[in-house]
Nanobody, 118 residues
């Protein structure tokens, strides 16, 4: 079982930056996949960024070059650095963990609101 707690959301002006954090309740070095999703009002939840342990990272086209996902195994924390934010980035951001490449076990955080507005 993994509990995930997000933080770092808030209100930021267009062009600004935020760093989201996702603290896990157990060591993350062995977790197969960790990711960030987001969901805007009226939209489906969409994948933003994924880090596959040992296999690299991947990003949605809409955030490539602006967002960076990273892991800090010493702190059991995953980050999402978001730069050059746009109003269309406004959403609730969720942390996601899939401990193993096999099976269907997965975990979600409670979400953190990001609002990009002037």
């Amino acid at each position: 079982q993994v509990q995930l707690v997000e933080s770092g959301g808030g209100l930021v002006q267009p062009g600004g930056a935020l760093r989201l954090s996702c603290a896990a309740s157990r060591p993350i070095f062995s977790i197969y996949l960790m990711a960030w999703y987001r969901q805007a009002p009226g939209n489906q939840r969409e994948l933003v960024a994924v880090d596959t342990n040992g296999a690299g990272t991947n990003y949605a086209d809409s955030v490539k070059g602006r967002f960076t996902i990273s892991r800090d195994n010493a702190k059991n924390t995953v980050y999402l650095q978001m730069n050059s934010l746009k109003p269309e980035d406004t959403a609730v951001y969720y942390c996601y963990a899939k401990p193993s490449a096999l099976g269907y076990v997965q975990h979600w955080g409670q979400g953190t609101q990001v609002t990009v507005s002037s």
